[in-house]
C-alpha cells in the first residue's frame, strides 16, 4: 500500500522499509488512488521500484495514475519508461 504522498520528505523512510512492503509475486498492480501528492523524488523510487521488479523478472502495472505523475515523467522525458506499465 502506498502513502498518500510521495516527496521528498517522505519517500527515504518508504524506500528503506522496501523489504517490508516490495511484492515478490510475477505480477505486480500498484493502485495509485490514494496518492495525493507526488514529486520528482517519489516519480524516481517508482522508476527504481520498476527496475527492480523488472530485473526479478516482474511486470509491474500502475493503476489510477495521478496527472501529477504523468506531468512529471513527460517533464523528466522518462514517461516511455513507464508507458507499458500504466494502466
Known amino acids: 500500500m502506498l502513502v498518500r504522498a510521495l ?3 517522505t519517500v527515504p523512510a518508504f524506500w528503506q ?7 515478490q509475486d510475477a505480477r505486480v498492480k500498484l493502485d495509485l488512488s490514494a496518492l495525493s501528492r507526488i514529486d520528482s523524488a517519489g516519480m524516481v523510487m517508482l522508476l527504481h521500484i520498476y527496475q527492480q521488479l ?3 523478472g516482474s511486470e509491474l502495472t500502475l493503476l489510477n495514475v495521478p496527472e501529477q505523475l504523468v506531468t512529471l515523467l513527460r517533464l523528466s522525458h522518462v514517461e516511455s519508461m513507464l508507458a507499458a506499465c500504466i494502466d
Not at 522499509?17 to 511484492?23: G, K, S
Request: no cysteine; charged share 40%; glycine share 0%.
Open 17 to 23: 522499509q522496501r523489504h517490508e512492503w516490495m511484492p
Open 54 to 56: 523488472s530485473s526479478n
Open 7 to 9: 516527496e521528498r520528505d
